[in-house]
């Protein structure tokens, strides 16, 4: 199955992407980098593929989601985050921010980023977290995903 994980810089970001039930992307001045986003997004992410959020400034994963629309190449928010994003596209989370599990202990507990790592230069790297894979999934198996979800969902 499709991991697609997404980077953000602060807690306020994550906060207001879980309260609305929406993701997006940070909008990029160079035109041909931003059309590749378009174009991975629409070729690889769809709806019901698993997502995954990471917080920058503390080093961890959080916030587990469920893809429930697929990314908006036309549309621009204005309203959800301090900054405008680009490719919006709904979620329905599995957590919040009161469970997170720094990058050291998820290459510890997660099997396949473990096999990832040996790869890649990093967790950015293994995950796909930098720029230019966003949209792009990384491959996991039901059994990663389970583990994921016990580290970082929330019982409802």
């Known amino acids: 199955m499709d991991l697609f994980c997404f980077a953000c810089r602060n807690e306020q970001n994550i906060r207001l992407g879980i309260e609305h039930q929406l993701w ?15 174009t991975k997004a629409e070729r690889y992410m769809q709806v019901g593929a698993k997502g ?10 959080t916030t587990p ?13 204005q309203n959800v985050w ?10 329905e989370t599995l957590g ?18 473990q096999k990832r790592l040996g790869r890649s230069g990093g967790v950015s790297a293994a995950m796909n977290l930098t720029g230019t894979t966003v949209f792009v999934p990384v491959e996991i ?16």
Do not use: G, H
Not at 27 to 38: P, T, V
Not at 100 to 112: T, V
Not at 141 to 156: K, N, R, V, Y
């Open 24 to 38: 997006a992307v940070a909008s990029l001045l160079n035109a041909q980098s931003m059309a590749a986003r378009i």
């Open 52 to 61: 995954l959020l990471y917080c920058n400034p503390r080093q961890s994963f």
């Open 65 to 77: 989601f469920v893809v429930r629309s697929k990314a908006d190449p036309d549309a621009l928010v």
């Open 82 to 91: 301090p900054e405008s994003w680009r490719l919006p596209f709904k979620i």
């Open 96 to 113: 919040n921010l009161s469970r997170q599990l720094p990058a050291k202990d998820a290459e510890r507990r997660w099997p396949f980023l």
């Open 141 to 156: 198996t039901s059994d990663d995903w389970e583990l994921i979800c016990a580290d970082l969902a929330i019982a409802s």
